[in-house]
């Protein structure tokens, strides 16, 4: 899978499960590096701790890497939910779900061990 396929179905993954909720604001930013990439997504809809929590669970599941192009295939697919953000966490290098004062921001990092995500963060609201 090219590396704009990679990214497009990341985007269409993520940006299905947050419109599932009906938002009336969602921001993706993407930064691209030659070796890595972050992905944050924003939206304006409330979210309990538990919901947070399983979706960083479900974004941070173990890697397997072995799968991804698998996995990367399936995307697009009828899913619901989690395993949606299963399907992506298993690609995902590491990522961050935290609430914001008006929804919750979902960051995403995918890279080779030499790609630092501290340096790619977008900050919080103020």
Request: net charge negative; proline share 2%; charged share 30%.
């Amino acid at each position: 899978m090219k590396r704009k396929d990679f990214i497009l179905h990341l985007i269409g993954e993520i940006s299905s499960y947050i419109l599932a909720e009906d938002p009336m604001r969602m921001v993706i930013s993407l930064h691209q590096e030659k070796d890595g990439l972050h992905l944050c997504i924003i939206d304006d809809n409330e979210h309990s701790d538990e919901e947070i929590s399983k979706m960083d669970k479900a974004l941070n599941s173990r890697k397997r890497p072995e799968l991804a192009g698998y996995y990367g295939a399936m995307t697009g697919q009828d899913l619901l939910g989690s395993s949606r953000l299963n399907l992506l966490g298993w690609q995902l290098k590491h990522s961050d779900v935290t609430r914001t004062s008006s929804g919750i921001k979902i960051d995403l990092w995918l890279g080779g061990d030499s790609f630092d995500s501290r340096k790619f963060t977008i900050p919080e609201e103020k």
